[in-house]
């Protein structure tokens, strides 16, 4: 899987259950406008359908993701938590030294790692292109992602841009 695919589904963690709320009141909203709104009911009914089944596929990416971290030592679900999740606050984060060299490598090996598990748990880069970029969230996270991505490499950030190379139009999808 493309690794910044993978990156989007990291720094989507810990806003999927927000997301997930954010489409129950879009739910919520198109059925009661039902009532005033003149298009046709199937068309309604359709906008509905596709805000559940959006919310479906990050019920699935969640707890996709949960099984690949639990594979993971602590010092590895540590390191991505202090890049991507940012749940606990900076000082709580003592064991993980972010100035060596090594550090750097073991985010980007994490990174890859990750990226491998979630293709073999069935999101892949065709998944991905094809049902979670037609979520807006998604392909704003990509352009930001993509966005950071070419700045690090400009600045001799990056020590590889495996798997990186290819992505897809943000603005042809969807």
Request: with cysteine.
């Amino acid at each position: 899987m493309n690794v910044l695919y993978a990156k989007c589904v990291l720094y989507s963690y810990s806003s999927l259950e927000a997301v997930m709320d954010q489409i129950d009141e879009l739910v919520e909203k198109k059925a009661l406008a039902s009532m005033s709104d003149t298009s046709p009911a199937y068309f309604q009914c359709e906008k509905i359908v596709l805000f559940t089944m959006q919310k479906d596929l990050l019920i699935e990416t969640k707890r996709t993701v949960d099984k690949i971290l639990e594979r993971l030592t602590d010092y590895e679900r540590e390191c991505l938590d202090y890049k991507y999740f940012k749940s606990k606050p900076k000082t709580e984060y003592v064991s993980i030294d972010t100035t060596c060299r090594s550090y750097f490598r073991k985010q980007i090996k994490l990174a890859e790692t990750f990226a491998d598990r979630l293709e073999r748990a069935g999101i892949d880069d065709n998944r991905f292109e094809n049902e979670f970029l037609k979520i807006d969230f998604f392909r704003e996270l990509l352009r930001r992602v993509y966005e950071y991505e070419n700045v690090c490499i400009k600045n001799g950030q990056s020590f590889r841009k495996k798997k990186t190379q290819k992505v897809v139009s943000i603005r042809k999808v969807g």
